[in-house]
């Protein structure tokens, strides 16, 4: 048997420790297998855009073939952001999208505002509009355009920062400048107040926000769309998977061809950006044009998930305050979703690095303090994700 070097010991190690993250394939990530020809497609209008999608669209968090294979069955819209990849997902976008006719696609992207508080959602007096149009002009030369449709100002939780005048600045001279069409904002948290300050502040055209059939607050958020509609707002769904699986061993996955059926029930939403990593997922994702509506085997699937803590927080900030250490509790669990359920291990990363999260921040501490009310083991959780801290980007897919 070889003998190990030190160097191949630590590699051996962050390999063992990467797959044990999310027991997934190791880089390189490749694609294989072609799409079968499209079946009926579903188109509805993005608010007072008046862009028409198909109501599939997919995230770009991939790679190239599965970008490809989008184009080919379809999509014309992938969502990406500026933090994504560290910037390679914008590039990876852009190199493949560089020879398509981009007046048949919508293009976006998302920037998250610098100085926000993740933890609160406000925005602090270091944020300026010339930071955000300097991160917005990289963006652009990243995916080799002139110009996105359209641009979110993304992960907001707070009316506050949907609406600080510097962000509202920023993002109306971005479309002075031509650099986008649209404005919207993107939430993952407190989605009622952001839909409803984004309707108010009367300069966002969409709003990005989880929707799905597991989040206690769903009535709540369902209002707050009816009331954008209404106002000529555009929906987007994310989170529609619900964190894919029940369990971190994978063992109870969600049926999430039922899950994303159900997000688009809405019909104010308008398109959905399901996590595609595979042929068969985009094949599964994109069929559910064929018969929208819900199965009774398909509702029995998502009601027994619905019941089921999973590995899905609501975000619902109910353990809010409670962290000796003060943590980010919702956001450590949305990393421990991207990394154990969707195996999006480099967005779960990045998530962390903006919290400034270090390996094991629980090590010090017995007895944890949070109290979820999904009755997630708080501790067990944030110490299984965190380890992610300490893994090479290029360990990460
Ligand atoms: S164990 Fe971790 S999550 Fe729980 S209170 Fe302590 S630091 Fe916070
Ligand atoms: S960890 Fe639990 S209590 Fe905290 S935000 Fe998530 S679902 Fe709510």
């Known amino acids: 048997m070889m003998k190990r070097t030190s160097t191949n010991a630590r590699r051996h190690f962050l390999k063992t420790t990467v797959a044990g993250l999310a027991g997934v394939t190791l880089l390189p990530h490749t694609v294989e297998g072609t799409t079968k020809k499209s079946n009926k497609v579903i188109y509805r209008t993005l608010g007072r855009t008046g862009i028409r999608l198909p109501i599939v669209s997919m995230g770009a968090m991939k790679d190239a073939a599965m970008i490809k294979a989008g184009l080919a069955k379809g999509v014309l819209h992938f969502d990406t952001a500026h933090s994504y990849q560290k910037g390679k997902n914008e590039t990876m976008l852009g190199e493949v999208l560089k020879g398509q006719d981009l007046s048949k696609l919508f293009t976006v992207t998302k ?8 933890q609160t959602g406000l925005i602090g007096d270091g944020f300026t509009a010339d930071k955000f149009l300097e991160m917005l002009d990289i963006s652009l030369e990243r995916l080799q355009m002139k110009s996105v449709d359209l641009l979110y100002v993304h992960a ?3 009316k506050q920062a949907v609406q600080h005048p510097e962000v509202m600045k920023a993002a109306r001279e971005a479309k002075a ?5 649209y404005l919207g904002v993107s939430t993952h948290k407190n989605e009622p107040e952001v839909i409803r300050a984004a309707i108010e502040a009367g300069l966002y055209d969409v709003v990005l926000t989880a929707y799905n059939f597991k989040q206690d607050h769903i009535e709540a958020i369902k209002a707050a769309i009816t009331e954008g509609a209404a106002k000529g707002i555009g929906f987007v769904a994310m989170k529609t998977m619900a964190g894919g699986f029940l369990d971190k061993d994978k063992t109870q996955a969600v049926n999430t061809k039922a899950a994303l059926k159900w997000a688009l029930q809405n019909e104010n939403i308008c398109t959905s950006i399901p996590s595609v990593a595979t042929i068969d997922q985009l094949e599964e994702s994109w069929s559910v044009m064929e018969k929208l509506k819900l199965t009774k085997e398909e509702e029995q699937d998502l009601s027994f998930a619905r019941d089921y803590a999973g590995l899905y927080c609501n975000a619902c900030n109910q353990c809010a305050g409670q962290c000796r250490q003060n943590l980010p509790i919702p956001e450590i669990m949305r990393s421990y979703m991207y990394t154990y359920g969707y195996r999006e291990m480099g967005k779960a990363k990045e998530l962390l690095a903006t919290m400034d999260v270090v390996n094991d921040p629980c090590s010090d501490c017995s007895n944890c303090q949070v109290s979820c009310v999904k009755n ?8 299984a994700v965190s380890r992610l801290v300490d ?6 897919s």
């Open 156 to 158: 907001l939780s707070t």
């Open 391 to 396: 893994v090479p980007d290029d360990f990460i």
């Open 376 to 383: 997630f083991a708080v501790s067990e959780k944030v110490k």
């Open 177 to 181: 400048q031509g650099k986008c069409k």
């Open 111 to 118: 920037i998250v505002p610098e100085d926000m508080d993740r």
